[in-house]
């Protein structure tokens, strides 16, 4: 089976090594997104294996597996923190559709991925966005009602 591109994997001191096997399970979720058959090739007799390539641009795979289940919290904090992980996106024909319109424009901070109903300012002024309010049972003011039934003094 030829090599897929996953992503890319950084390092700060350039030990790729260690960036894939504390990212392991990261890998394993992003390949599975991308290539619906990893389930498949994973417990085949040749396994998946994950790897980077050198400064000659030769693949050098990485057949060490996750880390230990006895690893510190903080040193795998401090491993976490000293790589990075750049995922591949999907091809486009092969993404929801509502995922490539949302590509096709952008906003601050991402408002359209995100908090799409921000987008709706123009709508979100009128009453009729606000269904929780009704104008006809609008009774004044929270302490203007409290005042009254609680015998609160006020202005």
Not at 101 to 111: H, L, N, R, V, W
Request: hydrophobic letters at 30%.
């Amino acid at each position: 089976m030829p090599w897929k591109l996953v992503g890319e994997v950084a390092h700060s001191r350039g030990d790729f090594r260690e960036a894939i096997r504390c990212q392991y399970n990261w890998l394993i979720k992003r390949s599975y997104k991308l290539y619906r058959k990893f389930r498949f090739w994973l417990p085949t007799e040749y396994p998946v294996q994950f790897g980077y390539t050198d400064t000659e641009g030769n693949i050098v795979p990485v057949d060490d597996g996750p880390l230990d289940l006895g690893t510190e919290p903080l040193e795998m904090k401090a491993m976490l923190q000293r790589c990075g992980f750049f995922p591949k996106e999907k091809p486009r024909k092969w993404r929801h559709i509502q995922q490539n319109i949302k590509d096709m424009s952008e906003s601050k901070k991402d408002f359209h991925r995100k908090k799409a109903w921000f987008m709706k300012r123009h709508f979100n002024t009128r009453i009729e966005a606000h269904k929780w309010y009704d104008p006809r049972k609008y009774r004044g003011r929270y302490m203007h009602v409290q005042k009254f039934k609680r015998g609160i003094a006020g202005s």
